[in-house]
């Protein structure tokens, strides 16, 4: 039985899921350094912010290495959301569902 797979749409699936995984990215990013610091340095909460934070102030030291966490979720995003796409495909025309 020849399969009829729509490639375009898991490739678009695919493109889309590496997208959509930004946002959340660029929320979670300071809490994802915070949390770094605490584990690395051993601070308290209040000590970590503060030495993210800096003198002077400069809140952008909370997306340090934003970019390559970026990447990373498109990297890992993107072939996620294809492949379930195309084994919603495969299901969906084996199956009948």
Do not use: W
């Not at 889309?16 to 995984?21: M, R, S």
């Not at 990447?71 to 084996?94: D, H, W």
Request: include cysteine; aromatic fraction near 10%.
């Amino acid at each position: 039985m020849p399969l009829d797979i729509d490639y375009s749409a898991c490739l678009l699936k695919g493109l889309i899921g590496g997208i959509g995984a930004i946002p959340g990215t660029c929320g979670s990013h300071p809490f994802d350094v915070i949390k770094i610091r605490m584990q690395v340095k051993g601070d308290k909460l209040a000590d970590a912010v503060k030495t993210i934070y800096g003198n002077p102030g400069r809140p952008q030291n909370f997306y340090r290495g934003f970019f390559p966490a970026i990447e990373q979720r498109l990297i890992t995003r993107g072939p996620m959301f294809l492949a379930s796409e195309l084994y919603t495909q495969l299901v969906q025309q084996n199956t009948g569902l």
